[in-house]
């Protein structure tokens, strides 16, 4: 069974930057692509950013791709998403995901995740 367990979230000024972390733990969590996703209250989940399991190919939200770069180290089965010029419109709880789709499956929303990290909170400030 595939555990992800997220870090890096916390608060910070409008402008700023942030990277999250997912750890994956179990041993085929490194063959899986993965992806991150966001969520504020009485709001869908909605998708941010997709690696596939290589790290050769991600996909990106449009409104986000200019600002948020995912990336991935195997060797750590950790994915990162490196997040700048944040605005208060970024902040909400992000989740880390694993497809055992495609990266591309995860960009078409929550349907293809087959597992969920717990959450991290991102808050930035005016």
């Known amino acids: 069974q595939v555990q992800l367990v997220e870090s890096g979230g916390g608060l910070v000024q409008a402008g700023g930057s942030l990277r999250l972390s997912c750890a994956a733990s179990?041993?085929?969590?490194?063959?899986?692509?993965m992806g991150w996703f966001r969520q504020v209250p009485g709001k869908e989940r909605e998708f941010v950013a997709a690696?596939?399991?290589?790290?050769?190919?991600?996909y990106y939200a449009d409104t986000l791709q200019d600002r948020f770069t995912i990336s991935r180290e195997n060797a750590k089965n950790t994915v990162y998403l490196q997040m700048s010029s944040l605005n208060p419109e970024d902040t909400a709880v992000y989740y880390c995901?694993?497809?055992?789709?495609?990266?591309?499956?995860?960009?078409?929303?929550?349907?293809?995740?087959?597992?969920w990290g717990q959450g991290t909170q991102v808050t930035v400030s005016s």
């Open positions: 995901s694993l497809s055992r789709v495609s990266a591309w499956s995860l960009r078409n929303g929550a349907s293809f995740v087959h597992n």
């Open positions: 690696i596939d399991r290589d790290g050769d190919i991600t």
């Open positions: 179990g041993r085929t969590a490194s063959t899986h692509a």
